[in-house]
Protein backbone atom coordinates (compact mmCIF):
# COMPACT_ATOMS: atom_id res chain seq x y z
CA UNK A 1 0.00 0.00 0.00
CA UNK A 2 1.15 3.70 -0.53
CA UNK A 3 1.01 6.86 1.41
CA UNK A 4 -1.54 9.33 1.99
CA UNK A 5 -1.70 13.05 3.05
CA UNK A 6 -3.05 13.55 6.14
CA UNK A 7 -4.01 16.82 7.87
CA UNK A 8 -4.84 17.53 11.15
CA UNK A 9 -6.63 20.14 13.03
CA UNK A 10 -3.12 22.16 13.67
CA UNK A 11 -2.87 22.60 9.77
CA UNK A 12 0.35 20.44 9.86
CA UNK A 13 0.44 17.23 7.12
CA UNK A 14 1.78 14.78 8.00
CA UNK A 15 2.50 10.94 5.02
CA UNK A 16 1.11 8.34 6.23
CA UNK A 17 0.72 4.82 5.21
CA UNK A 18 -2.88 4.67 3.65
CA UNK A 19 -5.10 2.27 5.37
CA UNK A 20 -4.08 3.34 8.92
CA UNK A 21 -7.08 3.65 10.96
CA UNK A 22 -8.49 7.54 11.99
CA UNK A 23 -7.20 6.97 15.80
CA UNK A 24 -3.80 5.19 15.10
CA UNK A 25 -3.00 8.10 12.43
CA UNK A 26 -4.28 10.73 15.33
CA UNK A 27 -1.75 9.30 17.51
CA UNK A 28 1.13 9.33 15.18
CA UNK A 29 0.29 12.92 14.90
CA UNK A 30 0.32 13.36 18.09
CA UNK A 31 3.87 11.47 19.07
CA UNK A 32 5.45 13.57 16.30
CA UNK A 33 4.74 16.59 18.47
CA UNK A 34 1.61 17.51 16.89
CA UNK A 35 -1.95 17.45 18.31
CA UNK A 36 -2.63 16.75 21.70
CA UNK A 37 -2.42 12.73 22.83
CA UNK A 38 -5.01 13.20 25.85
CA UNK A 39 -7.42 15.26 23.52
CA UNK A 40 -6.78 11.81 21.23
CA UNK A 41 -7.57 9.70 23.99
CA UNK A 42 -10.36 11.50 24.97
CA UNK A 43 -12.04 11.30 21.45
CA UNK A 44 -15.15 9.54 21.23
CA UNK A 45 -14.69 9.46 16.84
CA UNK A 46 -12.98 10.84 14.08
CA UNK A 47 -14.14 13.74 11.63
CA UNK A 48 -12.71 13.26 8.17
CA UNK A 49 -13.00 15.37 4.95
CA UNK A 50 -11.56 13.77 1.44
CA UNK A 51 -11.14 16.19 -1.00
CA UNK A 52 -14.23 19.06 -1.25
CA UNK A 53 -16.78 16.16 0.01
CA UNK A 54 -17.72 17.22 3.43
CA UNK A 55 -16.32 16.57 6.71
CA UNK A 56 -18.08 13.11 8.19
CA UNK A 57 -18.12 11.86 11.71
CA UNK A 58 -16.70 8.48 11.39
CA UNK A 59 -15.33 5.63 13.96
CA UNK A 60 -11.95 6.18 15.19
CA UNK A 61 -11.32 2.49 13.93
CA UNK A 62 -11.95 3.79 10.45
CA UNK A 63 -9.14 2.97 7.98
CA UNK A 64 -7.85 6.30 5.71
CA UNK A 65 -7.56 5.43 2.48
CA UNK A 66 -7.35 8.75 0.72
CA UNK A 67 -5.55 12.12 1.35
CA UNK A 68 -7.32 13.82 3.70
CA UNK A 69 -8.13 15.78 6.79
CA UNK A 70 -8.36 14.35 10.14
CA UNK A 71 -10.14 15.41 13.20
CA UNK A 72 -11.40 14.21 17.13
CA UNK A 73 -14.85 14.64 18.25
CA UNK A 74 -15.00 14.97 21.75
CA UNK A 75 -17.33 13.49 23.60
CA UNK A 76 -18.96 16.50 25.24
CA UNK A 77 -19.46 18.00 21.53
CA UNK A 78 -22.89 18.27 19.87
CA UNK A 79 -21.35 14.96 17.66
CA UNK A 80 -19.50 13.39 20.32
CA UNK A 81 -22.88 13.01 22.22
CA UNK A 82 -24.40 11.62 18.56
CA UNK A 83 -21.75 8.85 19.09
CA UNK A 84 -22.58 8.01 22.95
CA UNK A 85 -26.54 8.21 22.27
CA UNK A 86 -26.75 6.22 19.65
CA UNK A 87 -24.28 3.73 21.08
CA UNK A 88 -26.69 3.85 23.92
CA UNK A 89 -29.78 2.34 21.54
CA UNK A 90 -27.16 -0.30 20.40
CA UNK A 91 -26.59 -1.13 24.15
CA UNK A 92 -30.10 -1.06 25.04
CA UNK A 93 -31.16 -3.31 21.81
CA UNK A 94 -28.08 -5.64 22.92
CA UNK A 95 -29.33 -5.96 26.75
CA UNK A 96 -32.62 -6.29 25.80
CA UNK A 97 -31.79 -9.68 23.82
CA UNK A 98 -29.83 -10.74 26.37
CA UNK A 99 -32.79 -10.23 28.70
CA UNK A 100 -35.80 -11.69 26.27
CA UNK A 101 -34.51 -13.39 23.48
CA UNK A 102 -37.92 -13.52 21.77
CA UNK A 103 -37.70 -9.75 20.71
CA UNK A 104 -37.44 -8.86 17.68
CA UNK A 105 -35.28 -5.18 17.26
CA UNK A 106 -36.36 -2.06 15.00
CA UNK A 107 -34.77 0.96 14.99
CA UNK A 108 -33.25 3.06 17.51
CA UNK A 109 -32.76 6.51 16.33
CA UNK A 110 -30.75 9.39 18.49
CA UNK A 111 -33.30 12.13 19.31
CA UNK A 112 -32.70 15.66 21.20
CA UNK A 113 -31.11 14.95 24.76
CA UNK A 114 -30.98 11.03 24.53
CA UNK A 115 -32.24 8.14 22.10
CA UNK A 116 -35.20 5.48 21.80
CA UNK A 117 -35.29 2.09 20.48
CA UNK A 118 -38.51 0.21 19.25
CA UNK A 119 -39.06 -3.17 20.13
CA UNK A 120 -41.57 -5.85 19.20
CA UNK A 121 -41.67 -8.47 22.14
CA UNK A 122 -44.65 -10.80 22.72
CA UNK A 123 -46.44 -9.95 25.95
CA UNK A 124 -44.82 -6.69 25.64
CA UNK A 125 -42.50 -4.82 28.61
CA UNK A 126 -43.58 -3.30 31.58
CA UNK A 127 -42.14 -0.11 33.57
CA UNK A 128 -40.76 -3.17 35.88
CA UNK A 129 -38.18 -4.10 33.20
CA UNK A 130 -36.35 -0.91 32.17
CA UNK A 131 -34.15 -0.84 35.49
CA UNK A 132 -33.06 -4.93 34.52
CA UNK A 133 -32.49 -3.50 31.51
CA UNK A 134 -30.53 -0.81 32.36
CA UNK A 135 -28.46 -3.28 34.97
CA UNK A 136 -27.60 -5.32 32.17
CA UNK A 137 -26.79 -2.35 30.09
CA UNK A 138 -24.32 -1.34 33.15
CA UNK A 139 -22.95 -5.05 32.89
CA UNK A 140 -22.05 -4.76 28.83
CA UNK A 141 -20.22 -1.33 29.45
CA UNK A 142 -18.20 -3.05 32.18
CA UNK A 143 -17.13 -5.92 29.52
CA UNK A 144 -15.75 -3.07 27.64
CA UNK A 145 -16.64 -5.12 24.27
CA UNK A 146 -14.90 -3.67 20.91
CA UNK A 147 -17.53 -2.30 18.83
CA UNK A 148 -16.74 -3.47 15.16
CA UNK A 149 -18.24 -2.25 11.75
CA UNK A 150 -18.56 -4.93 8.95
CA UNK A 151 -19.47 -4.25 5.55
CA UNK A 152 -21.46 -6.68 3.85
CA UNK A 153 -23.46 -7.43 0.08
CA UNK A 154 -26.89 -6.87 0.84
CA UNK A 155 -28.02 -10.30 0.38
CA UNK A 156 -25.33 -12.06 2.88
CA UNK A 157 -27.13 -9.52 5.48
CA UNK A 158 -30.37 -10.23 4.28
CA UNK A 159 -29.43 -14.06 4.84
CA UNK A 160 -28.11 -13.56 8.44
CA UNK A 161 -30.94 -11.34 10.09
CA UNK A 162 -33.65 -13.73 8.58
CA UNK A 163 -31.84 -16.72 10.24
CA UNK A 164 -31.83 -14.68 13.55
CA UNK A 165 -35.81 -13.87 13.06
CA UNK A 166 -35.41 -10.20 12.69
CA UNK A 167 -38.07 -9.59 10.55
CA UNK A 168 -38.18 -6.09 10.52
CA UNK A 169 -34.20 -5.78 10.01
CA UNK A 170 -34.77 -7.57 6.91
CA UNK A 171 -37.75 -5.68 5.78
CA UNK A 172 -35.33 -2.42 6.35
CA UNK A 173 -32.13 -3.97 4.21
CA UNK A 174 -34.46 -5.21 1.64
CA UNK A 175 -35.79 -1.20 0.73
CA UNK A 176 -31.64 0.15 0.73
CA UNK A 177 -30.71 0.81 -3.03
CA UNK A 178 -27.00 0.68 -2.48
CA UNK A 179 -25.64 -3.21 -2.63
CA UNK A 180 -23.40 -2.81 0.22
CA UNK A 181 -24.51 -2.13 4.01
CA UNK A 182 -22.43 -1.87 7.16
CA UNK A 183 -23.44 -4.16 10.26
CA UNK A 184 -21.97 -2.95 13.69
CA UNK A 185 -20.96 -5.52 15.64
CA UNK A 186 -20.39 -5.63 19.38
CA UNK A 187 -20.27 -8.92 21.70
CA UNK A 188 -23.03 -11.51 20.21
CA UNK A 189 -25.15 -8.36 19.23
CA UNK A 190 -25.23 -7.56 15.67
CA UNK A 191 -27.06 -4.67 14.23
CA UNK A 192 -27.89 -2.79 10.55
CA UNK A 193 -25.91 0.49 11.25
CA UNK A 194 -24.38 3.65 8.99
CA UNK A 195 -22.90 4.51 12.71
CA UNK A 196 -20.41 5.86 13.94
CA UNK A 197 -20.03 3.79 17.08
CA UNK A 198 -18.01 4.73 20.26
CA UNK A 199 -14.72 1.75 19.74
CA UNK A 200 -16.12 -0.02 22.53
CA UNK A 201 -18.67 -0.52 25.17
CA UNK A 202 -16.92 0.85 28.37
CA UNK A 203 -16.54 4.45 26.22
CA UNK A 204 -20.26 5.27 26.92
CA UNK A 205 -20.13 7.37 30.13
CA UNK A 206 -23.58 8.22 31.45
CA UNK A 207 -27.50 6.62 30.74
CA UNK A 208 -30.72 6.68 32.34
CA UNK A 209 -33.64 4.71 30.75
CA UNK A 210 -36.92 7.24 30.96
CA UNK A 211 -40.04 5.89 30.05
CA UNK A 212 -42.13 3.28 28.04
CA UNK A 213 -44.51 3.97 24.82
CA UNK A 214 -46.50 2.38 22.54
CA UNK A 215 -45.30 3.11 18.58
CA UNK A 216 -46.13 1.76 15.53
CA UNK A 217 -43.91 0.10 12.54
CA UNK A 218 -42.68 3.02 10.49
CA UNK A 219 -45.02 5.16 12.50
CA UNK A 220 -48.05 4.81 10.86
CA UNK A 221 -51.04 3.54 12.67
CA UNK A 222 -52.55 0.99 10.58
CA UNK A 223 -49.38 -1.47 11.17
CA UNK A 224 -47.95 -3.62 13.73
CA UNK A 225 -47.98 -1.96 17.16
CA UNK A 226 -44.53 -1.51 18.79
CA UNK A 227 -42.99 -0.41 22.19
CA UNK A 228 -40.37 2.11 22.21
CA UNK A 229 -38.04 2.42 25.32
CA UNK A 230 -36.88 6.52 25.95
CA UNK A 231 -33.29 7.11 27.45
CA UNK A 232 -30.90 9.93 28.08
CA UNK A 233 -27.28 9.81 27.43
CA UNK A 234 -24.47 12.08 28.57
CA UNK A 235 -20.67 12.50 28.52
CA UNK A 236 -20.48 12.37 32.31
CA UNK A 237 -22.54 11.09 35.00
CA UNK A 238 -22.29 15.07 36.54
CA UNK A 239 -24.16 16.37 32.83
CA UNK A 240 -26.44 13.35 33.31
CA UNK A 241 -27.26 14.01 36.79
CA UNK A 242 -27.54 17.79 35.90
CA UNK A 243 -29.96 16.91 33.00
CA UNK A 244 -32.39 14.82 35.39
CA UNK A 245 -31.85 17.73 38.05
CA UNK A 246 -33.76 19.96 35.00
CA UNK A 247 -36.07 17.28 33.67
CA UNK A 248 -37.24 17.26 37.74
CA UNK A 249 -37.37 20.94 37.94
CA UNK A 250 -39.53 21.68 34.84
CA UNK A 251 -41.76 18.99 35.90
CA UNK A 252 -42.16 21.34 39.10
CA UNK A 253 -42.53 24.15 37.45
CA UNK A 254 -44.85 22.81 34.46
CA UNK A 255 -47.54 25.55 34.03
CA UNK A 256 -50.70 23.22 34.06
CA UNK A 257 -49.18 21.90 37.14
CA UNK A 258 -48.92 25.80 38.72
CA UNK A 259 -52.10 26.47 36.93
CA UNK A 260 -53.94 24.24 38.91
CA UNK A 261 -52.28 24.90 42.13
CA UNK A 262 -53.11 28.67 42.04
CA UNK A 263 -56.48 27.96 40.38
CA UNK A 264 -55.58 30.02 37.34
CA UNK A 265 -57.17 28.10 34.54
CA UNK A 266 -58.36 24.66 33.22
CA UNK A 267 -58.72 22.48 30.16
CA UNK A 268 -61.67 19.88 29.33
CA UNK A 269 -62.41 17.51 27.30
CA UNK A 270 -65.62 19.59 26.23
CA UNK A 271 -63.64 21.65 24.55
CA UNK A 272 -59.55 20.33 23.35
CA UNK A 273 -57.30 23.05 23.18
CA UNK A 274 -59.55 25.92 24.47
CA UNK A 275 -58.37 26.92 27.82
CA UNK A 276 -61.60 27.84 30.80
CA UNK A 277 -59.69 31.03 32.49
CA UNK A 278 -60.69 30.70 36.57
CA UNK A 279 -61.38 34.07 38.02
CA UNK A 280 -57.48 34.36 39.13
CA UNK A 281 -56.76 33.43 35.53
CA UNK A 282 -58.78 35.80 33.94
CA UNK A 283 -57.29 38.82 36.63
CA UNK A 284 -53.94 37.79 34.97
CA UNK A 285 -55.04 37.33 31.63
CA UNK A 286 -56.64 40.70 31.54
CA UNK A 287 -53.51 42.73 33.24
CA UNK A 288 -51.63 41.81 30.67
CA UNK A 289 -54.16 43.31 28.21
CA UNK A 290 -54.14 46.29 30.00
CA UNK A 291 -50.72 46.68 30.50
CA UNK A 292 -50.30 46.81 26.31
CA UNK A 293 -53.46 48.83 25.90
CA UNK A 294 -51.35 51.53 28.07
CA UNK A 295 -48.38 51.03 25.56
CA UNK A 296 -50.81 51.29 22.69
CA UNK A 297 -51.78 54.64 23.92
CA UNK A 298 -48.39 55.91 24.21
CA UNK A 299 -46.96 54.54 20.69
CA UNK A 300 -49.74 55.66 18.57
CA UNK A 301 -51.85 52.38 18.31
CA UNK A 302 -55.96 52.20 17.64
CA UNK A 303 -57.57 49.49 18.93
CA UNK A 304 -60.15 47.90 16.37
CA UNK A 305 -62.58 45.09 16.82
CA UNK A 306 -63.45 42.99 13.90
CA UNK A 307 -65.62 39.52 13.19
CA UNK A 308 -64.85 36.40 13.58
CA UNK A 309 -66.14 34.75 11.54
CA UNK A 310 -65.78 35.04 7.82
CA UNK A 311 -67.13 34.21 4.11
CA UNK A 312 -63.49 32.01 3.26
CA UNK A 313 -63.71 34.62 0.15
CA UNK A 314 -61.75 36.90 2.28
CA UNK A 315 -59.14 34.10 2.57
CA UNK A 316 -58.80 33.18 -0.92
CA UNK A 317 -58.17 37.24 -1.25
CA UNK A 318 -55.46 36.92 1.82
CA UNK A 319 -53.70 33.45 0.19
CA UNK A 320 -54.83 31.62 3.71
CA UNK A 321 -57.12 29.55 1.79
CA UNK A 322 -54.50 27.97 -0.31
CA UNK A 323 -52.07 27.39 2.59
CA UNK A 324 -53.51 27.63 5.91
CA UNK A 325 -56.97 26.12 5.21
CA UNK A 326 -56.32 22.87 7.14
CA UNK A 327 -55.67 24.77 10.26
CA UNK A 328 -58.71 26.35 10.04
CA UNK A 329 -62.07 25.55 11.29
CA UNK A 330 -64.64 25.61 8.69
CA UNK A 331 -68.38 25.47 8.28
CA UNK A 332 -71.28 25.95 6.19
CA UNK A 333 -73.80 28.79 6.95
CA UNK A 334 -77.09 29.31 4.29
CA UNK A 335 -74.78 27.12 1.82
CA UNK A 336 -72.36 29.16 1.97
CA UNK A 337 -68.57 28.21 3.30
CA UNK A 338 -67.48 30.36 6.06
CA UNK A 339 -63.56 30.22 8.15
CA UNK A 340 -63.37 31.23 11.66
CA UNK A 341 -60.42 33.41 11.56
CA UNK A 342 -56.81 32.15 12.39
CA UNK A 343 -54.93 35.47 12.35
CA UNK A 344 -56.52 39.14 12.79
CA UNK A 345 -54.42 40.27 9.28
CA UNK A 346 -57.64 39.25 6.33
CA UNK A 347 -60.04 41.37 8.48
CA UNK A 348 -57.38 43.97 8.86
CA UNK A 349 -56.47 44.44 5.30
CA UNK A 350 -60.31 44.39 4.82
CA UNK A 351 -60.79 47.26 6.76
CA UNK A 352 -57.67 49.40 5.71
CA UNK A 353 -59.65 48.42 2.18
CA UNK A 354 -62.98 50.34 3.28
CA UNK A 355 -62.33 53.49 3.43
CA UNK A 356 -60.00 55.92 1.22
CA UNK A 357 -56.21 57.20 2.23
CA UNK A 358 -54.07 59.49 1.67
CA UNK A 359 -50.15 59.79 2.99
CA UNK A 360 -50.91 61.96 5.06
CA UNK A 361 -53.36 59.34 7.33
CA UNK A 362 -50.58 56.95 7.68
CA UNK A 363 -48.76 55.70 9.51
CA UNK A 364 -51.96 53.30 10.74
CA UNK A 365 -51.60 50.80 12.88
CA UNK A 366 -54.65 48.99 13.91
CA UNK A 367 -54.45 47.04 17.37
CA UNK A 368 -56.81 43.30 18.15
CA UNK A 369 -57.22 41.61 21.29
CA UNK A 370 -59.63 39.04 19.53
CA UNK A 371 -60.16 35.64 20.16
CA UNK A 372 -58.00 33.26 17.43
CA UNK A 373 -59.07 29.82 16.45
CA UNK A 374 -56.54 27.40 14.25
CA UNK A 375 -57.53 23.63 14.21
CA UNK A 376 -54.65 21.85 16.18
CA UNK A 377 -54.65 17.76 15.58
CA UNK A 378 -55.91 16.75 19.23
CA UNK A 379 -52.76 14.73 20.01
CA UNK A 380 -50.43 17.60 20.08
CA UNK A 381 -52.32 20.12 22.06
CA UNK A 382 -49.95 20.65 25.54
CA UNK A 383 -51.81 23.07 27.96
CA UNK A 384 -51.37 26.71 27.53
CA UNK A 385 -48.44 26.34 25.00
CA UNK A 386 -50.31 24.41 22.08
CA UNK A 387 -54.17 25.66 22.27
CA UNK A 388 -56.91 25.72 19.39
CA UNK A 389 -58.48 28.73 20.58
CA UNK A 390 -56.07 31.54 21.61
CA UNK A 391 -55.57 35.81 21.64
CA UNK A 392 -52.67 37.56 20.82
CA UNK A 393 -51.57 41.20 21.12
CA UNK A 394 -51.70 41.80 17.61
CA UNK A 395 -51.56 44.54 15.21
CA UNK A 396 -51.24 45.35 11.63
CA UNK A 397 -49.17 48.70 10.43
CA UNK A 398 -49.72 50.51 7.01
CA UNK A 399 -46.93 53.01 6.16
CA UNK A 400 -45.48 54.12 3.45
CA UNK A 401 -42.15 53.05 2.57
CA UNK A 402 -40.27 56.36 3.82
CA UNK A 403 -41.84 55.46 7.48
CA UNK A 404 -40.87 52.20 7.84
CA UNK A 405 -37.53 52.55 9.31
CA UNK A 406 -39.20 54.56 11.77
CA UNK A 407 -42.05 52.09 12.55
CA UNK A 408 -39.42 48.87 13.22
CA UNK A 409 -37.79 51.23 15.45
CA UNK A 410 -40.66 52.41 17.42
CA UNK A 411 -41.93 48.61 17.39
CA UNK A 412 -38.15 47.96 19.22
CA UNK A 413 -38.31 50.44 21.73
CA UNK A 414 -41.36 49.46 22.85
CA UNK A 415 -40.39 45.28 22.86
CA UNK A 416 -37.38 46.59 25.15
CA UNK A 417 -39.80 48.07 27.27
CA UNK A 418 -42.45 44.89 27.86
CA UNK A 419 -39.76 43.14 28.36
CA UNK A 420 -38.03 45.16 31.44
CA UNK A 421 -41.62 45.34 33.23
CA UNK A 422 -41.05 41.18 33.46
CA UNK A 423 -37.35 41.57 34.47
CA UNK A 424 -36.78 39.85 31.56
CA UNK A 425 -32.89 40.88 31.20
CA UNK A 426 -31.15 41.29 27.95
CA UNK A 427 -28.76 38.22 28.53
CA UNK A 428 -31.60 36.60 28.14
CA UNK A 429 -32.84 37.61 24.68
CA UNK A 430 -31.30 37.42 21.51
CA UNK A 431 -32.34 38.38 18.18
CA UNK A 432 -32.91 36.13 14.51
CA UNK A 433 -33.58 37.49 11.40
CA UNK A 434 -35.42 34.94 9.10
CA UNK A 435 -35.90 35.50 5.34
CA UNK A 436 -37.08 34.59 2.20
CA UNK A 437 -37.77 31.15 1.98
CA UNK A 438 -38.15 28.89 -1.20
CA UNK A 439 -42.03 29.09 -1.95
CA UNK A 440 -42.76 32.56 -1.29
CA UNK A 441 -45.30 35.48 -2.19
CA UNK A 442 -45.12 38.94 -3.49
CA UNK A 443 -41.87 40.36 -6.01
CA UNK A 444 -38.66 39.63 -4.95
CA UNK A 445 -37.38 43.25 -5.22
CA UNK A 446 -40.15 44.08 -2.10
CA UNK A 447 -38.68 41.24 -0.37
CA UNK A 448 -35.10 42.49 -0.57
CA UNK A 449 -35.81 45.90 0.32
CA UNK A 450 -37.70 44.52 3.65
CA UNK A 451 -34.89 42.71 4.96
CA UNK A 452 -32.73 45.21 4.56
CA UNK A 453 -35.21 47.56 6.79
CA UNK A 454 -35.49 44.79 9.37
CA UNK A 455 -31.54 44.15 8.80
CA UNK A 456 -31.04 47.97 9.53
CA UNK A 457 -33.14 48.17 12.07
CA UNK A 458 -31.85 45.69 14.11
CA UNK A 459 -27.90 46.80 13.39
CA UNK A 460 -29.12 50.06 14.58
CA UNK A 461 -30.67 48.76 17.79
CA UNK A 462 -26.93 47.30 18.38
CA UNK A 463 -28.28 43.40 18.45
CA UNK A 464 -26.30 40.68 17.13
CA UNK A 465 -28.26 38.99 14.86
CA UNK A 466 -28.32 35.39 14.01
CA UNK A 467 -29.56 35.26 10.54
CA UNK A 468 -31.89 32.08 9.66
CA UNK A 469 -32.21 32.00 5.69
CA UNK A 470 -34.88 30.51 4.06
CA UNK A 471 -37.20 30.66 7.40
CA UNK A 472 -39.22 33.58 6.77
CA UNK A 473 -42.88 32.75 5.91
CA UNK A 474 -44.39 32.73 2.84
CA UNK A 475 -45.78 36.36 3.26
CA UNK A 476 -42.39 38.33 4.05
CA UNK A 477 -39.24 38.21 5.89
CA UNK A 478 -39.39 38.20 10.24
CA UNK A 479 -37.65 39.25 12.92
CA UNK A 480 -37.86 37.16 15.96
CA UNK A 481 -36.94 37.97 19.67
CA UNK A 482 -36.28 34.76 21.58
CA UNK A 483 -36.27 34.08 25.45
CA UNK A 484 -34.12 31.73 27.26
CA UNK A 485 -35.83 31.08 30.39
CA UNK A 486 -34.37 29.60 33.74
CA UNK A 487 -34.80 25.81 32.69
CA UNK A 488 -32.06 27.38 29.65
CA UNK A 489 -35.23 26.42 27.06
CA UNK A 490 -36.19 29.16 23.81
CA UNK A 491 -39.10 30.50 23.10
CA UNK A 492 -39.73 33.23 20.38
CA UNK A 493 -41.80 36.30 22.29
CA UNK A 494 -41.99 39.39 19.85
CA UNK A 495 -41.99 39.09 16.29
CA UNK A 496 -42.07 41.41 13.67
CA UNK A 497 -42.64 40.51 9.91
CA UNK A 498 -42.88 43.09 6.94
CA UNK A 499 -45.31 41.44 4.66
CA UNK A 500 -44.33 41.16 0.83
CA UNK A 501 -47.91 40.11 -0.53
CA UNK A 502 -51.28 40.91 1.04
CA UNK A 503 -51.60 44.61 0.48
CA UNK A 504 -50.97 43.99 -3.33
CA UNK A 505 -53.51 41.10 -2.90
CA UNK A 506 -56.16 42.90 -1.17
CA UNK A 507 -55.41 46.13 -3.66
CA UNK A 508 -54.82 48.23 -0.69
CA UNK A 509 -53.68 52.15 -1.85
CA UNK A 510 -52.97 55.14 -0.73
CA UNK A 511 -52.96 58.84 -2.04
CA UNK A 512 -48.87 60.23 -2.37
CA UNK A 513 -48.27 63.61 -1.89
CA UNK A 514 -48.03 63.61 -6.13
CA UNK A 515 -51.48 62.74 -6.20
CA UNK A 516 -50.92 59.46 -7.60
CA UNK A 517 -52.00 56.03 -5.91
CA UNK A 518 -49.54 54.06 -4.33
CA UNK A 519 -49.36 50.19 -2.12
CA UNK A 520 -48.65 50.89 1.82
CA UNK A 521 -45.78 48.90 3.47
CA UNK A 522 -47.65 46.42 5.96
CA UNK A 523 -45.87 44.90 9.09
CA UNK A 524 -47.01 42.52 11.38
CA UNK A 525 -46.17 42.54 14.91
CA UNK A 526 -46.94 40.96 18.17
CA UNK A 527 -44.71 41.81 21.67
CA UNK A 528 -46.36 39.03 24.09
CA UNK A 529 -47.68 36.83 20.82
CA UNK A 530 -50.29 34.62 22.35
CA UNK A 531 -51.29 35.59 25.62
CA UNK A 532 -52.02 32.15 26.59
CA UNK A 533 -48.45 31.01 25.52
CA UNK A 534 -47.15 33.62 27.14
CA UNK A 535 -48.61 33.53 30.55
CA UNK A 536 -47.54 29.30 30.07
CA UNK A 537 -43.88 30.82 29.67
CA UNK A 538 -43.97 32.94 32.36
CA UNK A 539 -45.53 30.91 35.11
CA UNK A 540 -42.61 28.54 34.06
CA UNK A 541 -39.94 30.89 34.53
CA UNK A 542 -40.97 32.39 37.58
CA UNK A 543 -42.53 28.97 39.60
CA UNK A 544 -45.28 31.16 39.86
CA UNK A 545 -44.31 34.20 41.70
CA UNK A 546 -45.41 37.08 39.11
CA UNK A 547 -44.41 40.26 39.68
CA UNK A 548 -46.15 42.44 41.46
CA UNK A 549 -48.75 44.08 39.52
CA UNK A 550 -49.83 40.82 37.87
CA UNK A 551 -50.46 38.67 41.11
CA UNK A 552 -53.91 37.84 41.01
CA UNK A 553 -53.61 37.98 45.02
CA UNK A 554 -51.17 40.79 45.99
CA UNK A 555 -51.71 41.06 49.46
CA UNK A 556 -52.77 39.03 52.26
CA UNK A 557 -53.39 39.94 55.56
CA UNK A 558 -52.92 37.70 58.50
CA UNK A 559 -54.15 38.18 62.11
CA UNK A 560 -52.13 36.59 64.79
CA UNK A 561 -55.42 36.05 66.68
CA UNK A 562 -59.00 36.43 66.60
CA UNK A 563 -58.68 39.53 68.54
CA UNK A 564 -57.28 41.07 66.00
CA UNK A 565 -59.55 39.99 63.14
CA UNK A 566 -61.35 43.18 63.05
CA UNK A 567 -58.37 45.07 62.53
CA UNK A 568 -57.19 42.63 59.87
CA UNK A 569 -60.10 43.05 57.70
CA UNK A 570 -59.64 47.17 58.25
CA UNK A 571 -56.02 46.33 56.34
CA UNK A 572 -57.35 44.59 53.59
CA UNK A 573 -59.90 46.84 53.19
CA UNK A 574 -57.75 49.58 53.15
CA UNK A 575 -55.52 48.25 50.43
CA UNK A 576 -58.28 47.17 48.10
CA UNK A 577 -59.57 51.47 48.48
CA UNK A 578 -56.50 52.10 47.34
CA UNK A 579 -56.74 49.44 44.29
CA UNK A 580 -54.70 46.62 45.63
CA UNK A 581 -56.62 43.06 45.67
CA UNK A 582 -56.11 42.35 49.30
CA UNK A 583 -57.72 39.65 51.62
CA UNK A 584 -57.57 38.91 55.01
CA UNK A 585 -57.49 35.30 56.21
CA UNK A 586 -59.78 35.25 58.92
CA UNK A 587 -59.74 31.53 59.42
CA UNK A 588 -59.32 29.91 63.26
CA UNK A 589 -55.98 28.16 61.77
CA UNK A 590 -52.36 28.47 63.13
CA UNK A 591 -50.62 31.70 62.06
CA UNK A 592 -48.13 29.31 60.44
CA UNK A 593 -50.59 27.51 58.95
CA UNK A 594 -51.79 30.81 57.31
CA UNK A 595 -48.52 31.58 56.16
CA UNK A 596 -47.37 28.92 54.50
CA UNK A 597 -50.79 28.74 52.61
CA UNK A 598 -50.18 32.17 51.18
CA UNK A 599 -46.59 31.43 50.60
CA UNK A 600 -47.74 27.86 48.63
CA UNK A 601 -50.58 30.45 46.75
CA UNK A 602 -47.59 32.58 45.98
CA UNK A 603 -49.12 35.95 47.21
CA UNK A 604 -46.32 38.37 46.99
CA UNK A 605 -47.18 40.77 50.37
CA UNK A 606 -48.05 38.88 53.75
CA UNK A 607 -49.07 41.43 56.58
CA UNK A 608 -49.04 40.11 59.66
CA UNK A 609 -51.40 42.08 62.18
CA UNK A 610 -51.25 41.61 66.20
CA UNK A 611 -52.37 43.30 69.18
CA UNK A 612 -49.31 45.42 68.66
CA UNK A 613 -49.67 46.37 65.47
CA UNK A 614 -53.88 47.17 65.70
CA UNK A 615 -53.27 49.48 68.84
CA UNK A 616 -50.51 51.82 66.95
CA UNK A 617 -52.30 51.45 63.46
CA UNK A 618 -49.65 49.67 61.45
CA UNK A 619 -48.69 46.71 59.77
CA UNK A 620 -45.44 44.51 59.89
CA UNK A 621 -45.01 43.30 56.12
CA UNK A 622 -43.59 39.53 55.66
CA UNK A 623 -42.57 40.19 51.92
CA UNK A 624 -39.11 39.83 50.87
CA UNK A 625 -37.10 40.09 54.23
CA UNK A 626 -39.01 38.68 57.47
CA UNK A 627 -38.71 40.08 60.50
CA UNK A 628 -39.40 43.75 58.75
CA UNK A 629 -40.34 46.85 61.36
CA UNK A 630 -44.16 47.56 61.12
CA UNK A 631 -45.03 50.31 59.07
CA UNK A 632 -47.90 53.07 59.60
CA UNK A 633 -50.90 51.55 58.00
CA UNK A 634 -50.98 54.65 55.43
CA UNK A 635 -47.41 54.28 54.51
CA UNK A 636 -47.80 50.18 53.51
CA UNK A 637 -50.78 50.70 51.32
CA UNK A 638 -49.39 53.98 50.07
CA UNK A 639 -45.99 52.27 49.17
CA UNK A 640 -47.39 48.54 48.17
CA UNK A 641 -50.01 50.52 45.92
CA UNK A 642 -46.78 52.26 44.35
CA UNK A 643 -44.66 49.15 43.87
CA UNK A 644 -48.11 47.50 42.01
CA UNK A 645 -49.09 49.80 39.50
CA UNK A 646 -49.61 48.43 35.60
CA UNK A 647 -46.17 49.32 34.20
CA UNK A 648 -46.49 51.07 30.17
CA UNK A 649 -48.59 53.70 31.58
CA UNK A 650 -47.69 57.55 30.88
CA UNK A 651 -43.93 57.94 31.56
ZN1 LIG B 1 -27.22 1.95 14.81
ZN1 LIG C 1 -50.75 39.35 10.95
New binding site residues.
Given amino acids: MGEINVTFEDGATERLPAGITAREALLAHARNGGGNRKQVERAIAARVANGDASAAVVDLGRPLVGDCRVATVAPDSTDGLDVIR?SS??LMAQAVKRLFPETEITI?PVIENGFYYDFKRPGGFVAEDLPRIEETMRAIVKEDLPVRREEVAKDEAIRRFRAMGEHYKVEIIEGIPEPIVSL?HQGEFV?L???PHVPSTGRIPAFRLTSLAGAYWRGDARNEQLQRIYGTAWASVKDLEAYLARVEEAKQRDHRRIGQALDLFSLHPIAPGSPFFHPKGAVVYNLLVQFVRALYARYGYSEVITPLVYKTELYKTSGHYELFKDDMFLLTVEEEEYGVKPMNCPGHCYLYGIGKHSYRDLPIRYADFSRLHRFEPSGTLAGLTRVRSMSQDDAHIYCTPEQLDDELDRFIAMTREVYSAFAFSTDRMSVTLQTRPEKFLGRVELWDAAERALQRALEKAGFVVTPLPGQGAFYGPKIGFDFRDVLERTWTLATVQIDCAMPERFGLRYVTPEGTEATPVMIHRAVLGTLERFIAILLEHTAGKLPLWLAPVQVRVLPVSEKVAEYAAAVADACRTAGLRAEADLRNEKLGYKVREAQLAKVPVIAVVGEREAGAGTVAPRSATPGQEAVPLAEFVARTAAEARVPGGAA
Avoid: E, F
Fill in positions: HAHGYDCRG
